[in-house]
């Protein structure tokens, strides 16, 4: 049988010919990548006004200033459950507390007491165990710093600062 | 078409760049940010109309094409 095959007349579409793409359906397909597009920044949007109302920080015991040895850590979740957070006595006997969430991408940040400074170990973003500050790395932002008072040998945790200035 | 492709990467710089912003806690930036997108979107809507626009008044200039088939054959 050669090409004039019954068959071959009656599919009037060739295969070549059926997956050749017009320049207006590539644009409608551009088209309605760009309406995701705009989705997506709608949803931040809402999810930005859902969440405008700044939540009032409970008051919680984190632990007791005498248990803590100089150069130990203390992890915590504040002000949710889900919010880890860690807190450093440090060798002059300073303490404080930063989230534990790495501004670049969220891994845990941990205390190297070595180089007395919190370090990310996914992509060596370091953080002053001071201020929270940037020292090295892709973060782009300092950690968010967990505001601490000393009642009596109780550390208590009073609420989270912004600290979201780069 | 080649506008059309540049406005979708500035969208796609616009939505990494709200997303990062939402996520370090600045949620001022995400209203500007969704105008700004849909304006994008809205003068993709318009490139695209006039890409149909176009199409069509070429093919008003083209002959018309042959219907011939299996279905007129005889």
Redesign the interface.
Known sequence: MTDKSVWR??F?VDAPEDAYV???Q???F??L???G??V???W??V???L??EQPAYPEVVIGRASELAPGSVKMFSYPGAEDPCILVRRANGAIAAFSQKC?HLSCAVYYAAAHDRLECPCHEGYFSPDDGRVLQGPP??PLPKIRLALRGDDIVAVGVG?N?EP | ?AC??L??VM??W??TA???S?L????GV??A??AV??C??LL??V??GL??RL?RSRGAEEPPRSTS??WT?G
């Open positions: 007349e009656e009037s017009l320049r207006r590539f644009t409608k551009l088209v990548t760009s309406f597009m705009a997506g920044n709608g931040i949007w999810r930005s006004l969440s405008k501004t782009p932002r912004e979201t | 078409m059309v492709i406005l979708l969208q796609m616009l939505l709200t997303l990062e939402f370090a806690g600045h949620r995400a209203g940010a969704f997108s849909t994008l979107f993709c809507g490139l695209y890409v149909v199409d088939g299996p054959i």
